[in-house]
């Protein structure tokens, strides 16, 4: 029997996970409702910005929060570039080819990282006390990063919901052609989508750097676990989303106590496949 | 107003539009009358630029507006409501309004123009906190056909208002098409249901695989053999 404290810290964690990854899942949810088009490449660019933090951090010694404004602006910059160079004209192309061409991106960044900084691992070491909270060791630095991507994730929905532009990328998202008609050029809605999205996946680096160390192949450990929380939730479907993070950073922080963290993830792919057949259209897919 | 001279327009290989030449002047009421398949939602979408015309000439009040983008179009003062009305079912009532005045000078009169679409359409005022999805189809009409008036357009294209409406709200959904009328807006609407819409307008045309049969006074046309016995039913 495993101790319920343990089981009580693993809950906490992954409730603490969550907040980024639903952090993560909502900026590629976000681009994929609003433009039809996912970005394989997502996770990498958040890679990017977790050496931009590195470099402006521990390299040239600019305080933390310094770095993360680097990487949030960053990360809107690469994400009109992606949309610019790379979405923008393979828009109306097969679905098929715009996998291609974002998984291309893939790894070209990959690659790109290795061939500049080496596979070393990297981190941010900051100077933060860890808490005891009844007997549980809690690290400050996750406290921290979950109330920010929360704080994030409730600008992002006062955006979409009271901003003239905000409500038009959502109206963008049901009905493209018929925002068009309302006066909004689509090229601009998606380049603010995509300014948006990259700006939470620069916010996402941020908290991701003080908890984790970065390397080329960041992208390959959180992107599968980012894709599988869009389907869960249903693409595009950005509540879904939110509740879906949650749903699987605890299946992988609980079964990795009681199991181990290898097969926390085993369970977490079980859990996604069954729910793929038994909701195909995601947790909150109206029925009917 | 509004003219088209020979316009020809399609989709790929497809020429859904020939040869097309029509007129609306500033405070008429204009119909399109035809069968299906004769091309009258094509002539719709090439007027309010979500297809640029292969060849021929658009003007609306004197500017050449032929295969510029829809987004710009509407800040002429042209609002198409499109067949099918697409509405933004998952946004609310307020929230569709909202967007029909996305251009900056038609939302720095957001309040008056509110006013005014409430006015035309009370409904819509009592279930501005709804999902647009949710409301009946008259219900969706009127609300797309205020998104558009939210525009502040000088005329207004509408597609098929009727479609998939019970016979009742066919009805009622022409008397609020009169009653935006008599607010001063010109109208260019496409209709199958024929009978109803010429006591609408002031003129039609009649539009038959892609070309204009003919064309009149309303009245002198729905009293014509061959359009009762094709369209009118009597």
Redesign the interface.
Same mark, same amino acid.
């Given at each position: 029997m495993i101790d319920p404290v343990f089981l009580a810290e693993a809950a906490i964690n992954g409730l603490l996970l969550g907040g980024v990854l639903a952090l993560l899942a909502l900026g590629l949810n976000l681009i994929f409702g609003v433009i039809d088009i996912v970005w394989i490449a997502y996770v990498d660019l958040v890679m990017l910005c977790m050496y931009a933090v590195y470099f402006v951090v521990q390299v040239y010694g600019w305080p933390i929060w310094v770095g993360g404004l680097v990487s949030v602006a960053l990360g809107a910059l690469l994400g009109i570039a992606v949309h610019l160079l790379i979405i923008s004209p393979i828009l109306t192309s097969a679905p098929v080819n715009q996998l291609l061409a974002t998984g291309g991106l893939l790894f070209f960044l990959q690659s790109f990282a290795t061939f500049l900084w080496t596979t070393d691992h990297r981190s941010v070491r900051l100077a933060l006390p860890r808490l005891e909270i009844l007997d549980m060791p809690i690290s400050v630095a996750r406290l921290i990063a979950f109330a920010l991507a929360i704080v994030a994730m409730l600008g992002l929905y006062l955006f979409l919901t009271r901003t003239?532009i905000g409500?038009?990328i959502?109206?963008v998202s049901?009905?493209r052609? *018929?925002?068009?008609?309302?006066? *909004?050029?689509?090229q601009r809605v998606y380049v603010v989508t995509s300014a948006v999205g990259g700006a939470m996946a620069g916010l996402a680096a941020a908290l991701l750097i003080i908890q984790y160390a970065v390397h080329p192949f960041f992208g390959a450990a959180f992107g599968p676990i980012t894709f599988m929380i869009c389907v869960l939730g249903g693409l595009g479907n950005m509540v879904g989303a939110f509740v879906a993070s949650f749903i699987m950073s605890e299946v992988i922080a609980v079964s990795g106590v009681i199991w181990s963290t290898e097969m926390g993830y085993v369970i977490a792919f079980v859990v996604f496949i069954v729910m793929i057949f038994v909701r195909p259209g995601g947790i909150l897919a109206r029925r009917g | 107003m509004l003219a088209l001279s020979n316009v020809t327009a399609g989709y790929g290989a497809f020429t859904a539009l020939w040869d097309v030449s029509l007129r609306v002047d500033a405070g008429e009421a204009v119909a399109v009358v035809g069968p299906n398949g004769s091309g009258k939602t094509t002539l719709m979408r090439v007027i =309010?630029g979500?297809i640029a015309p292969r060849a021929g000439t658009l003007t609306f009040e004197g500017k050449a507006i032929g295969g510029r983008? %829809?987004?710009e179009i509407?800040?002429h003062g042209i %609002?198409?409501v499109?067949e099918g009305r697409?509405?933004?079912? %998952?946004?609310s009532v307020a929230?569709n309004l909202?967007?029909?005045a996305?251009?900056p000078a %038609?939302?720095a009169t957001f309040a008056e123009s509110l006013a005014r679409v409430h006015a035309l359409f009370p409904a819509l005022a009592e279930r501005r906190a709804q999902r647009a999805g949710s409301l009946s189809g008259g219900e969706q009409q009127m609300l797309a056909i205020g998104?558009a008036l939210m =525009?502040r357009p000088k005329l207004i294209l509408l597609d098929e208002p009727s479609m998939g409406l019970a016979p009742v709200m066919v009805l009622r959904l022409f008397d609020l098409i009169r009653r935006v009328r008599q607010e001063g807006y010109t109208i260019l609407v496409v209709e199958q249901n024929v009978r109803q819409v010429l006591k609408l307008v002031d003129r039609a045309y009649l539009l038959e695989v892609g070309r204009i049969k003919m064309e009149g006074q309303a009245a002198a046309l729905a009293e014509q053999d061959f359009v009762r016995k094709a369209y009118v039913g009597l």
């Open positions: 003239y409500t038009a959502r109206a049901q009905d052609e *018929a925002m068009a008609l309302m006066g *909004a050029n689509p | =309010s979500l983008p %829809a987004y509407v800040g %609002a198409h499109p697409r509405i933004f079912p %998952a946004l929230d909202k967007m029909g996305f251009l %038609a939302r998104r =525009s």
